[in-house]
């Protein structure tokens, strides 16, 4: 089967949606963009700065006019978008080809399979590794996804045209893409992103509840802005995300607290040889992840 990819239509328009748009546009890869949402002020400011064509509050006008649907809502409010177009979709053949920006993968397919009863074949799943403290339609940047990976889950059940096309969506911004499972995903995403905003947030109301909380923000240097720039996230957003990855991210906060608690130990004994190899192993950890990090977007620092 072939779908067509001239309209795509963006539920939910803010800086990752907004992105998408613009950097679509300037790819060619299609020719038309549309919003969906609630905030009619949102959208209409979409129009304003050439992100989309036009906009519509009418879900079911937009899943009609749309080639490609991209859900780019926050996740559990993606799991509530799924259940209200999947029903929509009746007898329509072939399309929307629908996908997602969401950072949990597991709760958007349980909910697809709930609401539909199997894996829709146009649904293809996909997570765009490309974070930011930034939100809203004015912050969109068209090359957000150049040299960024784009990570896309498909399942049994899904039409592999409809998984080339999401690919080539991605492809035609300059971002990889690369396959996981689903599980494998949201494991890997807990571990590499979620837990880190956890702990940056964390770290920041802990020390904000402190009695020297004024002096230790005064004094905090580089590596304290540079660690907890992150807490400066929608806190909406990594709400749900840590509501919708529960599981997976129990288990790399438990995976953090044992370590947390050999380095308290090595601490508390004073032991210079443990904290020695422990700093050494991540300090070599993190050169080699900051090579490749150079080597895949081409930069000479890291």
Not at 112 to 125: E, K, N, R, W
Not at 139 to 168: K, M, Y
Not at 223 to 243: C, E, K, N, Q, Y
Not at 266 to 277: I, K, P, R
Request: aromatic content about 6%; hydrophobic content about 45%.
């Amino acid at each position: 089967m072939t779908y067509p990819t001239d309209t795509v239509v963006i539920l939910g328009l803010g800086w990752i949606g907004g992105s998408l748009a613009r950097a679509l546009r300037r790819s060619g890869f299609s020719r038309r963009f549309i919003g969906y949402g609630h905030r009619e002020a949102s959208l209409r400011r979409g129009v304003e700065l050439g992100v989309i064509d036009e906009y519509t509050l009418d879900l079911d006008a937009a899943i009609a006019r749309a080639d490609i649907l991209v859900i780019c809502t926050p996740t559990l409010t993606a799991a509530t978008m799924l259940e209200q177009i999947l029903p929509r979709l009746g007898a329509r053949a072939g399309g929307p080809v629908i996908t997602d920006v969401a950072s949990v993968k597991g709760n958007l397919r349980d909910t697809a399979i709930a609401t539909a009863g199997s894996m829709p074949p146009q649904l293809v799943l996909g997570h765009p590794i490309a974070g930011s403290e930034h939100s809203g339609v004015e912050a969109s940047n068209v090359d957000l996804f150049l040299h960024h990976r784009v990570i896309l889950t498909p399942v049994e059940g899904n039409d592999p045209a409809a998984v080339e096309v999401v690919r080539a969506m991605w492809a035609s911004t300059g971002a990889e893409v690369l396959d996981m499972t689903v599980d494998r995903h949201d494991a890997v995403l807990a571990a590499t992103s979620h837990l880190p905003h956890m702990l940056a947030y964390t770290l920041v109301d802990a020390l904000a509840s402190a009695a020297a909380s004024e002096d230790m923000f005064r004094c905090a240097a580089g590596g304290f802005r540079d660690f907890t720039r992150i807490a400066s996230s929608d806190p909406v957003m990594w709400r749900d995300i840590a509501l919708a990855n529960k599981s997976a991210l129990l288990n790399a906060i438990d995976l953090f607290s044992e370590h947390l608690a050999q380095l308290r130990v090595a601490v508390q004994a004073g032991n210079a040889d443990q904290l020695m190899n422990t700093f050494s192993r991540a300090k070599r950890a993190r050169d080699e992840f900051a090579a490749l990090l150079a080597e895949r977007s081409g930069s000479k620092t890291p």
